[in-house]
Nanobody, 125 residues
Framework: QVQLRESGGGLVQAGGSLRLSCAAS????????MGWFRQAPGKERVFVAA???????LYADSVEGRFTISRDNAKNSVYLQMNSLKPDDTAVYYC???????????????????WGQGTQVTVSS
């Protein structure tokens, strides 16, 4: 069973940048689809970005062109570089792992079988 731990959240002004990190243990991250989700207060958890086993990436329309997901297999880590941040990006961000999918990626929370504890991102206007 993989364990995931996020870091890098914080408070930033609109237009600023943050880089989130997700460290995986218990299973190589390279053998899983890795994703980022976010949950704003009072709202459901929604898809942000994913990276397949082969390194293909997928983004939600709301972050396309501003966020970049990447992985470093040597460090067993996944990253989310967030640029041009907006107040609407304020949420708790979760790292997730799908150890079952071989090809592609999923957008649903049901596609992922392991989750981190989340890290808060707050964007002030």
């Amino acid at each position: 069973q993989v364990q995931l731990r996020e870091s890098g959240g914080g408070l930033v002004q609109a237009g600023g940048s943050l880089r989130l990190s997700c460290a995986a243990s218990g299973r190589p991250a390279s053998t899983s689809v890795m994703g980022w989700f976010r949950q704003a207060p009072g709202k459901e958890r929604v898809f942000v970005a994913a990276i397949s086993r082969s390194g293909r990436t997928l983004y939600a329309d709301s972050v396309e062109g501003r966020f970049t997901i990447s992985r470093d297999n040597a460090k067993n880590s996944v990253y989310l570089q967030m640029n041009s941040l907006k107040p609407d990006d304020t949420a708790v961000y979760y790292c997730a792992s799908d150890s079952r999918r071989i090809v592609g990626w999923g957008r649903s929370t049901y596609d992922y079988d392991a989750w981190g504890q989340g890290t808060q991102v707050t964007v002030s206007s």
